[in-house]
C-alpha cells in the first residue's frame, strides 16, 4: 500500500511500503505516522555537513507497523555514510518485521564486517509502533534512554528496559561483540503520550563553566517542557538546551525526534514536510 510524503511546498509524493525517509543531513520538519504526530531535527555539527546523527521512518505492514530508528554513529565522512548505507539496507529487509530481535542482530553484525581495519560502532535506538493499539516495541543498543511523558500522571520519566509499565513479550553498540543479545521491551502509549529520543549531543551539552549536563538534569529540563504537541515539546527541548549552553558551544551532532500519541487518520500513512531528500 503506497503512503505518502508531503513537502512544504504542497506537492504530494507516493512513497510505497519498505521505502524509508531520514538520513544524516541538517533537516527540521514535522512528520505524521499511523497513530503518531512527530517532530525532526538534525543538526549536524557542521554547517550544511553530514554527521554521525542517522535516523529513518517508514511505515509499512499495509500502514499496520511504524518504524522509527535513531543511531549515533562513530567516526566521520566516508566511514559514516558507508555505516549509514548498511544501516538502511538492513532496515529496508526487516521493515516489515514487528520482532526486532532478528534486525539489531544483523545490524551488529553489519557494523563488525563492515568496518573494515578501523574499529566502527554506533549506538542506536529503534522502535516498532502498532497504531491501532499503541503498542510500542523498542530496542536500546548503548544508546541514551528516550524521555518519556505519561499524559495520565502527566509526568517525565525515562524510557529504559526495566520500566513497571512493561509488558511481557547485555545490550552493548552494535560493532563491539560478535553474537551480543540485544532485548526486546514492550509498552503501551496512550492517548496523549510523548516520547523524545535523542543522540548524546543533546545529552552531554557542557555550559560555560565546563559542566555537563546529563541525564538527571535533562529529565529536569523535560518536566518544565511544553507537551501540547511533538513539535511544541521537541522545539522546547532544543532552547532549553541552548539556554543550558549559554555562551559554550555545541561540541557535537544533536538529533532530536518527538512522538506523541494521536489518533489514526484514514490517510496519508505517511505526511511530512519540509524533508530534505
Not at 523524545?196 to 529536569?220: C, H
Request: charged share 20%; glycine share 10%.
Amino acid at each position: 500500500m503506497p503512503t505518502e510524503l508531503t513537502d512544504g511546498s504542497g506537492e504530494t509524493q507516493s512513497l510505497d511500503c519498505f521505502e524509508l525517509r531520514g538520513g544524516n543531513h541538517r533537516a527540521s520538519y514535522p512528520v505524521e505516522l499511523p497513530g503518531l504526530d512527530g517532530w525532526v531535527s538534525c543538526r549536524p555539527l557542521q554547517l550544511s555537513a553530514k554527521g554521525g546523527d542517522l535516523y529513518y521512518l517508514s511505515v509499512c505492514s499495509k500502514g499496520a507497523i511504524c518504524r522509527i530508528t535513531l543511531a549515533d554513529i562513530a567516526g566521520h565522512g566516508e566511514t559514516v555514510s558507508q555505516a549509514a548505507t548498511r544501516l538502511r539496507d538492513a532496515l529496508r529487509v526487516h521493515s516489515d518485521n514487528w520482532d526486532q530481535s532478528v534486525l539489531i542482530r544483523q545490524l551488529n553484525d553489519t557494523f563488525l564486517n563492515g568496518g573494515g581495519n578501523s574499529l566502527q560502532y554506533a549506538t542506536a535506538f529503534i522502535v516498532s509502533y502498532y497504531g491501532q493499539t499503541g503498542e510500542l516495541l523498542f530496542t536500546n543498543a548503548g544508546h541514551p534512554p528516550p524521555l518519556w511523558y505519561k499524559a495520565a500522571t502527566q509526568e517525565w520519566t525515562l524510557m529504559q528496559e526495566r520500566t513497571p509499565w512493561s509488558k511481557s513479550i547485555m545490550d552493548l553498540p552494535l560493532g563491539v561483540i560478535p553474537g551480543t543479545s540485544y532485548t526486546q521491551t514492550a509498552v503501551d502509549l496512550e492517548m496523549g503520550d510523548l516520547l523524545l529520543l535523542y543522540t548524546d549531543g543533546v545529552s552531554e551539552s557542557v555550559n560555560e563553566a565546563g559542566d555537563q549536563l546529563g541525564l538527571k538534569q535533562l529529565l529536569n529540563l523535560a518536566r518544565r517542557l511544553a507537551t501540547t504537541s511533538a513539535g511544541d515539546a521537541g522545539k522546547a527541548l532544543l532552547a532549553a538546551i541552548e539556554h543550558y549552553r549559554g555562551g559554550a558551544l555545541s561540541a557535537d551532532d544533536e538529533t532530536i525526534i518527538a512522538l506523541q500519541r494521536a489518533p489514526i487518520r484514514p490517510a496519508p500513512l505517511l505526511r511530512a514536510r519540509g524533508i530534505d531528500r
